[in-house]
């Protein structure tokens, strides 16, 4: 696992081509907190993003960039901590 994997507070990296892969990380972050990074990051790199499915303590977002072929699905749940799980990948 990469150094940069185990913080949620670099988007970026994941829209290198050709790579792929997933992490897992827990944080004292609410998962409101996490799921509205996860959200302006990916507007923020114009990427799209849909909110697969949405729960009372958590969500699933799939964030697509339109001009490649890059996705990112986070998975937040829970709360005290809040457990995430990325997966990124190029199709």
Do not use: C
Not at 11 to 39: A, C, H, I, M, W
Not at 73 to 83: E, K, R
């Amino acid at each position: 696992m990469s150094a940069w994997s185990v913080s949620y507070t670099h988007l970026d990296v994941y829209k290198r081509q050709g790579e792929e892969g997933n992490f897992t990380f827990t944080t004292s972050d609410s998962p409101e907190t996490v799921r509205s990074f996860y959200e302006g990051k990916a507007r923020d790199a114009n990427m799209q993003v849909e909110t697969a499915a949405a729960f009372s303590n958590g969500s699933v977002l799939t964030i697509t960039d339109p001009g490649s072929r890059h996705t990112i699905s986070v998975t937040i749940g829970g709360g005290n901590p809040t457990g995430v799980s990325v997966f990124y990948a190029t199709k």
